[in-house]
Protein backbone atom coordinates (compact mmCIF):
# COMPACT_ATOMS: atom_id res chain seq x y z
CA UNK A 1 0.00 0.00 0.00
CA UNK A 2 1.12 3.07 -0.86
CA UNK A 3 2.42 5.30 2.06
CA UNK A 4 0.25 8.52 2.80
CA UNK A 5 2.30 11.17 5.21
CA UNK A 6 -1.12 12.65 5.72
CA UNK A 7 -3.21 9.72 6.73
CA UNK A 8 -3.91 8.61 10.00
CA UNK A 9 -2.16 5.92 10.30
CA UNK A 10 1.27 7.72 9.03
CA UNK A 11 0.76 10.45 11.66
CA UNK A 12 -0.20 8.04 14.51
CA UNK A 13 2.82 6.14 13.94
CA UNK A 14 4.85 9.40 13.64
CA UNK A 15 3.43 10.46 17.15
CA UNK A 16 4.64 7.12 18.84
CA UNK A 17 8.02 7.69 17.63
CA UNK A 18 8.10 10.62 19.08
CA UNK A 19 7.05 9.96 22.35
CA UNK A 20 9.18 7.21 22.42
CA UNK A 21 11.84 8.48 21.33
CA UNK A 22 11.74 11.90 23.64
CA UNK A 23 10.96 10.21 26.74
CA UNK A 24 14.02 7.66 26.24
CA UNK A 25 15.81 10.94 25.35
CA UNK A 26 14.75 12.91 28.53
CA UNK A 27 15.09 10.06 30.75
CA UNK A 28 18.74 9.30 29.30
CA UNK A 29 19.92 12.88 29.67
CA UNK A 30 18.54 13.19 33.15
CA UNK A 31 20.19 10.26 34.28
CA UNK A 32 23.72 10.88 32.84
CA UNK A 33 23.48 14.43 33.84
CA UNK A 34 22.84 13.42 37.26
CA UNK A 35 24.43 10.17 37.36
CA UNK A 36 27.94 12.52 38.57
CA UNK A 37 26.89 14.63 41.61
CA UNK A 38 24.20 11.73 43.00
CA UNK A 39 27.34 9.36 42.84
CA UNK A 40 29.34 12.09 44.73
CA UNK A 41 27.14 12.67 47.13
CA UNK A 42 26.59 9.28 47.78
CA UNK A 43 30.41 7.99 48.02
CA UNK A 44 30.73 11.27 50.78
CA UNK A 45 27.64 9.77 52.84
CA UNK A 46 29.21 6.34 52.92
CA UNK A 47 32.48 7.78 53.71
CA UNK A 48 31.11 9.46 56.63
CA UNK A 49 29.22 6.35 57.61
CA UNK A 50 32.67 3.76 57.87
CA UNK A 51 33.96 6.80 60.01
CA UNK A 52 31.28 7.00 62.32
CA UNK A 53 31.50 3.34 62.85
CA UNK A 54 35.01 3.38 63.06
CA UNK A 55 34.66 6.00 66.28
CA UNK A 56 32.81 4.30 67.52
CA UNK A 57 34.26 0.75 67.94
CA UNK A 58 38.01 2.17 68.40
CA UNK A 59 37.84 5.60 69.97
CA UNK A 60 34.54 5.43 72.05
CA UNK A 61 35.42 3.20 75.06
CA UNK A 62 38.03 0.57 74.94
CA UNK A 63 38.94 -1.00 71.89
CA UNK A 64 38.18 -4.75 71.36
CA UNK A 65 39.08 -7.58 69.19
CA UNK A 66 35.53 -7.78 67.71
CA UNK A 67 35.49 -4.01 67.27
CA UNK A 68 38.89 -3.68 65.66
CA UNK A 69 37.07 -6.49 63.20
CA UNK A 70 34.59 -4.87 62.47
CA UNK A 71 36.14 -1.30 61.79
CA UNK A 72 38.73 -3.14 59.38
CA UNK A 73 35.23 -5.22 58.01
CA UNK A 74 33.55 -1.46 57.37
CA UNK A 75 37.05 -0.38 55.78
CA UNK A 76 37.34 -2.77 53.39
CA UNK A 77 32.99 -3.08 52.27
CA UNK A 78 33.77 0.18 51.31
CA UNK A 79 36.84 0.19 49.18
CA UNK A 80 38.66 2.81 51.10
CA UNK A 81 41.84 3.35 53.65
CA UNK A 82 42.20 4.58 56.67
CA UNK A 83 44.17 6.58 59.14
CA UNK A 84 44.04 7.98 62.72
CA UNK A 85 46.34 10.03 64.36
CA UNK A 86 47.15 11.55 67.31
CA UNK A 87 47.57 15.22 68.76
CA UNK A 88 51.12 14.74 67.93
CA UNK A 89 51.10 13.52 64.13
CA UNK A 90 51.69 9.95 65.39
CA UNK A 91 49.57 6.58 63.49
CA UNK A 92 47.34 4.91 66.33
CA UNK A 93 45.88 2.66 63.47
CA UNK A 94 45.42 2.19 60.11
CA UNK A 95 43.60 -0.05 57.44
CA UNK A 96 44.22 -0.81 54.06
CA UNK A 97 41.61 -2.40 51.62
CA UNK A 98 42.73 -0.57 48.06
CA UNK A 99 46.13 -1.05 48.31
CA UNK A 100 48.05 1.79 46.07
CA UNK A 101 45.15 3.22 45.65
CA UNK A 102 45.51 4.71 49.14
CA UNK A 103 47.05 8.21 49.15
CA UNK A 104 47.89 7.69 52.62
CA UNK A 105 50.87 5.38 51.43
CA UNK A 106 54.29 6.08 50.89
CA UNK A 107 55.66 7.59 48.99
CA UNK A 108 53.88 10.49 50.15
CA UNK A 109 53.13 13.25 47.53
CA UNK A 110 53.61 16.49 49.13
CA UNK A 111 49.71 17.52 49.25
CA UNK A 112 49.45 14.43 51.47
CA UNK A 113 52.42 15.35 53.50
CA UNK A 114 51.05 18.64 54.08
CA UNK A 115 47.59 17.49 54.84
CA UNK A 116 49.08 15.19 57.38
CA UNK A 117 50.53 17.91 59.27
CA UNK A 118 49.25 18.09 62.85
CA UNK A 119 49.31 22.10 62.69
CA UNK A 120 47.66 21.94 59.34
CA UNK A 121 45.06 19.32 60.68
CA UNK A 122 44.58 21.43 63.62
CA UNK A 123 43.81 24.43 61.39
CA UNK A 124 41.55 22.61 59.35
CA UNK A 125 39.42 20.82 61.75
CA UNK A 126 38.51 23.17 64.59
CA UNK A 127 35.70 23.35 66.81
CA UNK A 128 33.73 25.63 64.54
CA UNK A 129 34.18 23.13 61.27
CA UNK A 130 35.00 19.49 62.49
CA UNK A 131 35.31 17.97 59.37
CA UNK A 132 35.76 17.96 56.24
CA UNK A 133 35.93 16.29 52.48
CA UNK A 134 38.48 17.51 49.58
CA UNK A 135 38.89 15.61 45.79
CA UNK A 136 42.26 15.24 44.69
CA UNK A 137 44.32 12.82 41.84
CA UNK A 138 46.09 10.49 42.82
CA UNK A 139 49.51 10.44 41.07
CA UNK A 140 50.26 7.02 41.28
CA UNK A 141 46.55 5.63 39.83
CA UNK A 142 45.19 8.76 38.17
CA UNK A 143 41.95 7.85 39.99
CA UNK A 144 40.34 10.94 41.44
CA UNK A 145 40.16 10.27 45.26
CA UNK A 146 38.00 11.65 48.06
CA UNK A 147 39.62 12.76 51.06
CA UNK A 148 37.39 12.82 54.51
CA UNK A 149 38.64 14.53 57.57
CA UNK A 150 37.19 14.51 61.05
CA UNK A 151 38.65 15.68 64.66
CA UNK A 152 37.87 13.18 67.44
CA UNK A 153 37.38 14.30 70.87
CA UNK A 154 37.11 10.90 72.71
CA UNK A 155 39.26 9.49 75.94
CA UNK A 156 40.85 12.42 77.34
CA UNK A 157 42.65 12.51 74.09
CA UNK A 158 42.33 14.61 70.81
CA UNK A 159 42.32 12.22 66.82
CA UNK A 160 42.85 13.08 63.60
CA UNK A 161 40.64 10.23 61.59
CA UNK A 162 41.32 10.66 57.80
CA UNK A 163 39.28 8.57 55.32
CA UNK A 164 40.54 7.43 51.69
CA UNK A 165 38.10 6.27 49.03
CA UNK A 166 38.50 6.31 45.07
CA UNK A 167 35.60 7.80 43.36
CA UNK A 168 34.31 5.37 40.54
CA UNK A 169 35.52 6.66 37.07
CA UNK A 170 32.15 8.48 36.55
CA UNK A 171 32.84 9.08 32.76
CA UNK A 172 32.93 5.60 32.14
CA UNK A 173 29.54 5.26 34.32
CA UNK A 174 28.18 7.85 32.15
CA UNK A 175 29.19 5.98 28.78
CA UNK A 176 27.69 2.95 30.20
CA UNK A 177 24.66 4.95 31.01
CA UNK A 178 24.71 6.51 27.35
CA UNK A 179 24.99 3.14 25.96
CA UNK A 180 22.19 1.63 27.75
CA UNK A 181 20.08 4.38 26.91
CA UNK A 182 20.85 3.98 23.28
CA UNK A 183 19.78 0.18 23.53
CA UNK A 184 16.46 1.15 25.18
CA UNK A 185 16.05 4.34 22.80
CA UNK A 186 15.79 1.65 20.20
CA UNK A 187 13.86 -1.11 21.81
CA UNK A 188 11.40 1.94 22.42
CA UNK A 189 11.17 2.52 18.74
CA UNK A 190 10.93 -1.26 17.67
CA UNK A 191 7.96 -1.20 20.39
CA UNK A 192 6.21 1.92 19.58
CA UNK A 193 5.80 1.05 16.06
CA UNK A 194 4.43 -1.96 16.45
CA UNK A 195 1.94 -0.84 18.90
CA UNK A 196 1.61 2.27 16.68
CA UNK A 197 1.27 0.52 13.29
CA UNK A 198 -1.22 -2.16 15.34
CA UNK A 199 -3.26 0.86 17.12
CA UNK A 200 -3.32 2.96 13.65
CA UNK A 201 -4.52 -0.55 11.59
CA UNK A 202 -7.27 -0.75 14.23
CA UNK A 203 -8.40 2.75 13.97
CA UNK A 204 -7.81 3.55 10.14
CA UNK A 205 -9.17 -0.18 8.77
CA UNK A 206 -12.74 0.39 9.80
CA UNK A 207 -12.20 3.83 8.08
CA UNK A 208 -10.68 2.17 4.94
CA UNK A 209 -14.25 -0.52 4.62
CA UNK A 210 -15.96 2.41 5.20
CA UNK A 211 -14.86 4.38 2.60
CA UNK A 212 -15.50 1.38 0.22
CA UNK A 213 -19.06 0.88 1.25
CA UNK A 214 -19.42 5.18 0.98
CA UNK A 215 -18.04 4.58 -2.85
CA UNK A 216 -20.40 1.88 -3.21
CA UNK A 217 -23.38 4.74 -2.03
CA UNK A 218 -21.34 7.36 -4.18
CA UNK A 219 -22.61 4.72 -7.14
CA UNK A 220 -26.18 4.28 -6.00
CA UNK A 221 -25.52 0.65 -4.94
CA UNK A 222 -27.41 0.85 -1.56
CA UNK A 223 -26.31 -3.26 -0.52
CA UNK A 224 -23.16 -2.08 1.59
CA UNK A 225 -22.83 -2.00 5.09
CA UNK A 226 -20.73 0.05 7.46
CA UNK A 227 -18.52 -1.65 9.98
CA UNK A 228 -17.19 0.82 12.88
CA UNK A 229 -14.99 -1.64 14.13
CA UNK A 230 -14.15 -1.60 17.84
CA UNK A 231 -13.83 2.15 18.44
CA UNK A 232 -17.25 3.49 19.74
CA UNK A 233 -16.65 6.61 17.19
CA UNK A 234 -16.13 5.04 14.32
CA UNK A 235 -19.32 2.40 15.58
CA UNK A 236 -21.67 5.46 15.58
CA UNK A 237 -20.10 7.20 12.47
CA UNK A 238 -20.71 3.56 11.06
CA UNK A 239 -24.74 3.97 12.50
CA UNK A 240 -25.20 7.10 11.28
CA UNK A 241 -24.06 6.00 7.86
CA UNK A 242 -26.15 2.46 7.80
CA UNK A 243 -28.91 4.74 8.90
CA UNK A 244 -28.46 6.99 5.79
CA UNK A 245 -28.03 3.78 3.37
CA UNK A 246 -30.90 3.00 4.68
CA UNK A 247 -32.88 6.24 4.41
CA UNK A 248 -31.02 6.92 0.81
CA UNK A 249 -31.92 3.28 -0.49
CA UNK A 250 -35.88 4.08 0.60
CA UNK A 251 -35.70 7.57 -0.99
CA UNK A 252 -34.35 5.54 -4.04
CA UNK A 253 -36.87 3.59 -4.50
CA UNK A 254 -39.66 6.34 -3.58
CA UNK A 255 -37.99 8.34 -6.29
CA UNK A 256 -38.71 5.51 -8.81
CA UNK A 257 -42.19 4.55 -7.75
CA UNK A 258 -42.42 9.04 -8.01
CA UNK A 259 -40.91 8.56 -11.72
CA UNK A 260 -43.51 5.75 -12.64
CA UNK A 261 -46.82 7.03 -10.81
CA UNK A 262 -46.07 10.29 -12.28
CA UNK A 263 -45.70 9.36 -15.37
CA UNK A 264 -48.75 7.11 -15.13
CA UNK A 265 -50.80 10.25 -13.66
CA UNK A 266 -49.85 12.53 -16.31
CA UNK A 267 -50.11 9.77 -19.25
CA UNK A 268 -53.84 9.31 -18.24
CA UNK A 269 -55.00 12.76 -18.43
CA UNK A 270 -52.75 13.23 -21.76
CA UNK A 271 -54.01 10.55 -23.02
CA UNK A 272 -57.58 11.24 -22.82
CA UNK A 273 -56.90 14.52 -24.12
CA UNK A 274 -54.85 13.37 -27.07
CA UNK A 275 -58.07 10.71 -28.12
CA UNK A 276 -60.91 13.72 -27.65
CA UNK A 277 -59.04 16.09 -29.60
CA UNK A 278 -58.65 13.64 -32.07
CA UNK A 279 -62.16 12.83 -32.07
CA UNK A 280 -63.32 16.79 -32.56
CA UNK A 281 -61.21 16.86 -35.34
CA UNK A 282 -62.48 13.94 -36.83
CA UNK A 283 -65.74 13.03 -35.59
CA UNK A 284 -67.46 15.80 -33.55
CA UNK A 285 -65.82 18.73 -34.81
CA UNK A 286 -69.13 19.67 -37.17
CA UNK A 287 -71.86 18.32 -34.01
CA UNK A 288 -71.95 20.82 -31.83
CA UNK A 289 -73.26 18.48 -28.79
CA UNK A 290 -70.98 16.12 -29.07
CA UNK A 291 -68.01 18.63 -29.36
CA UNK A 292 -68.50 20.63 -26.22
CA UNK A 293 -69.01 16.91 -24.44
CA UNK A 294 -65.74 16.06 -25.33
CA UNK A 295 -64.31 19.48 -24.65
CA UNK A 296 -65.33 19.42 -21.39
CA UNK A 297 -63.72 16.02 -21.42
CA UNK A 298 -60.27 17.73 -22.09
CA UNK A 299 -60.78 21.20 -19.77
CA UNK A 300 -61.32 18.16 -16.96
CA UNK A 301 -58.22 16.43 -17.80
CA UNK A 302 -56.07 19.29 -18.18
CA UNK A 303 -57.67 21.03 -14.84
CA UNK A 304 -56.85 17.43 -13.18
CA UNK A 305 -52.90 17.78 -14.39
CA UNK A 306 -53.25 21.52 -13.24
CA UNK A 307 -54.37 20.22 -9.49
CA UNK A 308 -51.36 17.71 -9.81
CA UNK A 309 -48.82 20.24 -10.55
CA UNK A 310 -49.95 22.44 -8.32
CA UNK A 311 -49.90 20.02 -5.52
CA UNK A 312 -46.74 18.53 -6.32
CA UNK A 313 -44.97 22.25 -6.51
CA UNK A 314 -46.75 23.02 -2.88
CA UNK A 315 -45.43 19.73 -1.44
CA UNK A 316 -41.75 19.96 -2.42
CA UNK A 317 -41.81 23.43 -1.56
CA UNK A 318 -42.56 22.48 2.23
CA UNK A 319 -40.71 19.27 2.14
CA UNK A 320 -37.43 21.70 0.99
CA UNK A 321 -38.09 24.08 3.85
CA UNK A 322 -38.78 26.66 1.10
CA UNK A 323 -42.25 27.56 2.30
CA UNK A 324 -42.56 29.96 5.16
CA UNK A 325 -45.47 30.22 7.30
CA UNK A 326 -48.05 33.32 7.90
CA UNK A 327 -48.87 32.38 11.54
CA UNK A 328 -51.24 34.36 13.44
CA UNK A 329 -54.08 33.93 16.11
CA UNK A 330 -56.84 32.02 14.47
CA UNK A 331 -60.46 30.11 15.33
CA UNK A 332 -60.06 26.26 14.64
CA UNK A 333 -63.99 25.81 15.18
CA UNK A 334 -64.27 28.58 12.53
CA UNK A 335 -62.10 26.71 9.95
CA UNK A 336 -63.94 23.51 10.17
CA UNK A 337 -67.28 24.95 9.42
CA UNK A 338 -66.26 26.78 6.72
CA UNK A 339 -64.89 23.39 5.63
CA UNK A 340 -67.74 21.30 6.51
CA UNK A 341 -69.80 23.89 4.89
CA UNK A 342 -67.98 23.70 1.40
CA UNK A 343 -68.14 19.96 1.12
CA UNK A 344 -71.50 19.50 2.56
CA UNK A 345 -72.54 19.08 -1.29
CA UNK A 346 -70.13 16.60 -1.91
CA UNK A 347 -71.24 14.85 1.54
CA UNK A 348 -75.35 14.69 0.18
CA UNK A 349 -74.40 13.81 -3.09
CA UNK A 350 -72.72 10.87 -1.72
CA UNK A 351 -74.76 10.03 0.71
CA UNK A 352 -72.79 10.47 3.81
CA UNK A 353 -74.13 12.45 6.93
CA UNK A 354 -71.72 14.95 8.40
CA UNK A 355 -71.53 15.70 12.18
CA UNK A 356 -69.11 18.43 14.03
CA UNK A 357 -68.19 18.30 17.81
CA UNK A 358 -66.36 21.07 19.07
CA UNK A 359 -66.35 24.05 21.18
CA UNK A 360 -67.57 27.55 20.02
CA UNK A 361 -63.61 29.05 20.06
CA UNK A 362 -60.34 27.29 19.96
CA UNK A 363 -57.56 29.62 19.21
CA UNK A 364 -54.23 28.64 17.98
CA UNK A 365 -51.23 30.42 16.21
CA UNK A 366 -50.93 28.68 13.35
CA UNK A 367 -50.86 29.35 9.31
CA UNK A 368 -54.61 29.89 8.46
CA UNK A 369 -54.46 28.69 4.65
CA UNK A 370 -52.15 25.60 5.53
CA UNK A 371 -54.69 24.74 8.48
CA UNK A 372 -57.10 24.99 6.30
CA UNK A 373 -55.95 22.19 3.76
CA UNK A 374 -55.36 20.15 6.73
CA UNK A 375 -58.86 20.37 7.58
CA UNK A 376 -60.07 19.88 4.00
CA UNK A 377 -57.45 17.37 2.75
CA UNK A 378 -58.41 14.91 6.05
CA UNK A 379 -62.45 15.48 5.71
CA UNK A 380 -62.31 14.99 1.42
CA UNK A 381 -60.54 11.96 2.03
CA UNK A 382 -63.30 10.70 4.55
CA UNK A 383 -65.79 11.12 2.29
CA UNK A 384 -63.95 9.60 -0.68
CA UNK A 385 -63.42 6.41 1.48
CA UNK A 386 -67.17 6.02 3.19
CA UNK A 387 -69.81 4.36 1.27
CA UNK A 388 -73.46 5.95 1.57
CA UNK A 389 -75.53 6.20 4.67
CA UNK A 390 -72.74 5.95 6.26
CA UNK A 391 -70.92 8.77 9.15
CA UNK A 392 -68.29 11.32 8.92
CA UNK A 393 -67.31 12.65 12.01
CA UNK A 394 -65.10 15.96 12.42
CA UNK A 395 -63.95 16.62 16.20
CA UNK A 396 -61.66 19.40 17.56
CA UNK A 397 -61.49 19.91 21.51
CA UNK A 398 -58.50 20.98 24.23
CA UNK A 399 -56.89 18.47 25.35
CA UNK A 400 -56.90 17.70 29.59
CA UNK A 401 -53.44 19.44 29.38
CA UNK A 402 -54.66 22.49 28.06
CA UNK A 403 -52.16 23.24 25.88
CA UNK A 404 -53.00 20.71 22.96
CA UNK A 405 -55.38 21.25 20.34
CA UNK A 406 -56.89 18.53 18.91
CA UNK A 407 -58.72 17.78 15.63
CA UNK A 408 -59.93 14.39 14.29
CA UNK A 409 -61.49 13.26 11.20
CA UNK A 410 -63.34 9.96 11.68
CA UNK A 411 -65.04 8.45 9.06
CA UNK A 412 -66.51 4.30 8.91
CA UNK A 413 -65.52 3.32 5.65
CA UNK A 414 -63.19 0.18 4.60
CA UNK A 415 -60.53 0.99 7.14
CA UNK A 416 -56.65 0.87 6.27
CA UNK A 417 -54.88 -2.43 7.11
CA UNK A 418 -52.50 -2.24 9.49
CA UNK A 419 -49.25 -2.97 7.47
CA UNK A 420 -50.14 -0.03 4.98
CA UNK A 421 -50.15 2.84 8.13
CA UNK A 422 -46.95 3.41 7.96
CA UNK A 423 -46.67 4.26 4.61
CA UNK A 424 -50.03 6.24 3.98
CA UNK A 425 -48.62 10.01 4.25
CA UNK A 426 -46.36 9.35 1.19
CA UNK A 427 -48.60 9.82 -2.22
CA UNK A 428 -46.41 7.46 -3.77
CA UNK A 429 -46.17 4.41 -2.05
CA UNK A 430 -47.37 0.96 -3.71
CA UNK A 431 -49.20 0.26 -0.79
CA UNK A 432 -50.66 3.58 -0.03
CA UNK A 433 -54.78 3.71 -0.42
CA UNK A 434 -54.88 6.95 -2.05
CA UNK A 435 -52.96 5.75 -4.83
CA UNK A 436 -56.21 5.52 -7.52
CA UNK A 437 -56.64 8.96 -9.16
CA UNK A 438 -60.14 10.84 -8.89
CA UNK A 439 -60.99 13.80 -10.36
CA UNK A 440 -61.44 15.72 -7.46
CA UNK A 441 -58.06 14.94 -5.97
CA UNK A 442 -54.57 13.89 -6.65
CA UNK A 443 -53.82 11.55 -3.89
CA UNK A 444 -51.49 13.76 -2.57
CA UNK A 445 -53.20 15.04 0.30
CA UNK A 446 -51.94 13.31 3.21
CA UNK A 447 -48.57 14.02 2.30
CA UNK A 448 -49.45 18.06 2.16
CA UNK A 449 -50.61 17.32 5.47
CA UNK A 450 -47.78 15.69 7.41
CA UNK A 451 -45.56 18.65 5.75
CA UNK A 452 -47.70 21.06 7.10
CA UNK A 453 -47.51 19.20 10.59
CA UNK A 454 -43.58 19.55 10.53
CA UNK A 455 -43.63 23.14 9.72
CA UNK A 456 -46.11 24.00 12.56
CA UNK A 457 -43.91 21.57 14.87
CA UNK A 458 -47.43 19.65 15.24
CA UNK A 459 -47.84 15.51 15.03
CA UNK A 460 -50.24 13.66 13.27
CA UNK A 461 -51.62 10.42 12.69
CA UNK A 462 -54.35 7.70 12.35
CA UNK A 463 -56.41 4.96 14.06
CA UNK A 464 -57.84 2.68 11.24
CA UNK A 465 -58.94 -0.82 11.79
CA UNK A 466 -60.37 -3.02 8.25
CA UNK A 467 -63.68 -2.35 8.13
CA UNK A 468 -64.88 -0.06 10.82
CA UNK A 469 -63.31 3.11 9.44
CA UNK A 470 -60.40 5.31 10.31
CA UNK A 471 -59.67 8.12 12.43
CA UNK A 472 -57.07 10.79 10.68
CA UNK A 473 -56.16 13.50 14.03
CA UNK A 474 -53.71 16.52 14.52
CA UNK A 475 -52.23 18.11 17.36
CA UNK A 476 -50.97 21.11 17.97
CA UNK A 477 -49.73 23.35 20.90
CA UNK A 478 -52.37 26.39 21.91
CA UNK A 479 -49.99 28.59 21.50
CA UNK A 480 -51.10 32.84 21.44
CA UNK A 481 -49.18 35.55 19.55
CA UNK A 482 -47.42 37.22 21.90
Not at 197 to 223: C, F, H, N, W
Not at 348 to 362: C, F, K, Q, R, V
Not at 458 to 466: D, I, L, R, T
Request: aromatic share 6%; glycine share 6%.
Amino acid sequence: MKLDIHGIRFRLWLVFMFLAVGITMFIGVLQTGLIGPYYRNSKIRAVQTVADIIQDELLVGRPTREGISSALRQTVNNNACVLILNSSGKVVYEADSIGAGCVFRSPLSSEVNHLLDPENLANTLNRESPEYSINMTNNTTGQEMIIYGRQIRENLGNYYMLVNSPLEPVDSVVQFFTRQYGIYMIVAIIVASIVGLGLARTLTDPIVRMRREAQKLASADYSGEFDGGTFTETQMLAGTLNRANEKLAKVEEMRRDLIANVSHDIRTPLTDIRAYAEMIRDISGDIPEKREKHLDVIIRETQYMNMLVNDMSELSKMQSGNETLNAENIDLCEIISDVVDMDAKLAEDAGIILHTEMPDHLTIFADELKITQVVANYLSNAIKHTPAGKNVYVRAWLKDDEETVRLEVADEGEGIPEEDLPYIWDRYQKSSRSFSRTMTSTGLGLSIVKAIADMHHAVCGVESKVGEGSVFWFELRETHEA
